[in-house]
């Protein structure tokens, strides 16, 4: 006698990036495939599957729904429950349930896929050039996203209407696009416009290749991309990247550039089989290269550096500019110095006028700002320097049941997380909050990521700086919500355990230009004992002169001749040092002054700032155009210091109340005597980094010996000097020490607001 099939019915909750991906065409046919019946829809929360069918075609079907998901699909849970079986007569996908208060993870926007690109670039196909060609496995969903569920009328698509084609393609659940909410095509979707620097339409039957012999022209021109505005042209075109320098009021820091393809890379760059898979990856982010000599690119594209920022088209409008381009172009962000990116039409009109000579532009509003990543390959690791396109807003994981708390980050490469469940939600790159644009921009975003994951904070976390936009935002919010003040390197090191999932103690190390202590001076070189429930510093570089405060951090040499005062006295200033020739004699006299008197002349323990000074003492850059610029410069002489080999300068480590303060006299002297002999500036940038990690590794011994603590946390934006962090992790390891580094958040200011979040959600238990 035959046996009875076993029928089933499972009610499913598929909860992640579930929507906006092909899942639910991915599990229609799935449903096919194993003949079952039922339904699937969105909801606000997650996927809900309701499948029945013989018992074992429905243990295939669970199998495969776990590992065989749609690629830029991410789950991160499923519920499964049995129930009788009812009256199912086929397997359909129902409509989208809004939910109150519910919430689902949202997609960053997505890299162009291959299909994608394959029809961009047929001719025979009905997309043929079109540059906003997309499909449920690539295209925009952050930058077009206003609120969940994650349906069309929900996004800055809605006012196109799909031609019957497109209809069609978006109804049927065997296609690619499939509900996929950005879908268009010629007849019916976005459509691009190129103007000239007045706003004015230029007649043209193909603006991209109108815009492309506009570049190989040497012009100018103001792109709209998926985030916003990016400012290009040829990028072997001295002429014109000259020119961009000049009306962006950006004479050296570095712009990034697109190359068609892998082999362009590597005709410019060295490329490892990891940084091309970063480069190739969905996230697509600018990834710091070493620069070939040989390289094509025009070395005012990164002026001194031996690093250059490359990056691959990630949308079909990028593929189909650069297709003829014959060169690679820069790709920077369209704003001024500071500023937020320009997002929409007639605000880039507005704010890059005077920049651009052209304006490519199109009709698809943008509705979150969103910069371009930025990344690095460190000892076969990725660790992301600046966050954004392609990996915010999908959450850190969290190792812990978190509160709902905002975190309002620093002052600089600002961030702000948001925490609920075991997630914290990292804003996209803000920028530095310097002005009311940005302001606006961090408030904007704030708003959007509280309604998209539906958080109401019940604790604030915020710097001690009470200068800092960023806290002052927060302390405005006093009687509405707990306030909870974090010290910034605490932060940092808080911010490297959560990125790490690590909540035992560690030794943390956090370098970095400028941080308020607890003390009331200016922090940046320093040793703590952490773990989320507090820290002890028990660890630091001695406090030296900052003369005139935040003029010495724009121009070095009077770090310098501070810390040679402070240190080596006068006579120090007698020896004919390059840099001092340069210097006004009025200006040496008012440091001397600063320094004696104490007045406008903060104390500092900052390692960024130590490296501002050997910078300027040894005459490779004394005055600075942009953020870390000295210490970038002095990294990149120290490439070429062979002859130092492994050898470091002389210091001192004296004990106060238990903490280990690092003296800096002998190493100055030391530099000096150097300098006098004639000891190349590349020498001594490689011993200078020598004894840097020399010193980093001899101080967490010491804390070691009385704690026991054998993890070491390196956090703060000093650890994005490449050469220093490779140092220092390899003398770490050689004496016994496990090492945290970040990966998903940046080392910089950029990852503070993921550490106060953290810290604030145990200090309110």
Known sequence: MAKVATIELARISAWGVVQGV?????????????ELKGWVCNTSEDVKIEVQGESKDLQHFLKELQENVPPQARIEGISVTYHPPTDYKAFEIGHSIAQEGKYQLVSPDIATCQDCRREVFDAA?????????????????????????????????????????????????LNRRFHAQPNACPKCGPQLELLDARGEHISSSDPIAAARLLLQDGRIVALKGLGGFLLTCNATDNGAVRALRQRKKRPFKPFAVMVADIAEARKNCHVSEQEEKL??????????????????????????????????????????????AGAPLVMTSGNLSEEPIAKDNDEALRRLYGIADYFLVHNRDIYARYDDSVAMVERDSVQITRRARGYAPYPIHLSFQAKQVLACGAEQKTTFCLTRDNYAFISQHIGDLENLETM??????????????????????????????????????????????VQHHYAHIASCMADNGVETPVIGVSFDGTGYGSDDHIWGGEFLVADYNGFKRVGHLEYLPLPGGEAAIKKPYRIALGYLLKLLGEDSLKAGLPFLKQTDLVEIDLVKRQVQTGLNSPLTSSMGRLFDAVSALINVRGEIDYEGQAAVELEMAAYDGSEAGNSSYPYSIAEWDDVSVVHLQELFSAILKDMLQG?????????????VAKMVCEVCQEV????????????????????????????????????????????????????????????II
């Open 125 to 173: 196909d009905r997309r043929y050039h079109y540059p906003f060609t997309n499909c449920t496995n690539c295209g925009p969903r952050f930058t077009i996203i206003q609120d969940i569920p994650y349906d069309r009328p929900m996004t800055t698509m809605r006012s196109f209407k799909m031609c019957s084609e497109c209809q069609a393609e978006y109804d049927d659940p």
């Open 279 to 324: 480069l190739l990856s969905p996230q697509s982010p600018i990834v710091l290269l070493r620069w070939q000599s040989e390289s094509r690119v025009c070395q005012s594209v990164a002026p001194n550096l031996k690093y250059l920022g490359v990056m691959l088209p990630y949308t079909p409008l990028h593929h189909t500019l650069i297709e003829e």
């Open 679 to 691: 000891v190349s500036k590349a020498n001594i940038s490689a011993r200078f980094h020598n004894t």
């Open 704 to 763: 070691s010996r009385s704690t026991g603590i054998k993890q070491v946390a390196l956090s703060g934006g000093v650890f994005q000097n490449r050469l220093l962090l490779r140092n220092v992790i390899a003398l770490l390891e050689s004496a016994g020490f496990s090492v945290l580094t970040h990966r998903q958040v940046p080392c910089n200011d950029g990852g503070i607001s993921l550490g106060q979040a953290v810290v604030a959600n145990f200090a």
């Open 440 to 485: 606006e921009h961090f408030e904007n975003t704030l708003a959007l990521y509280r309604e998209l994951f539906r958080i109401r904070p019940e604790a604030v976390a915020y710097d001690l700086h009470l200068e800092y936009l960023s806290t002052k935002y927060a302390l405005g919010l006093a009687g509405r919500f707990k306030l909870v003040p």
């Open 22 to 34: 092909g899942f639910r065409p991915f599990v229609y046919r799935l449903a096919t495939k194993y």
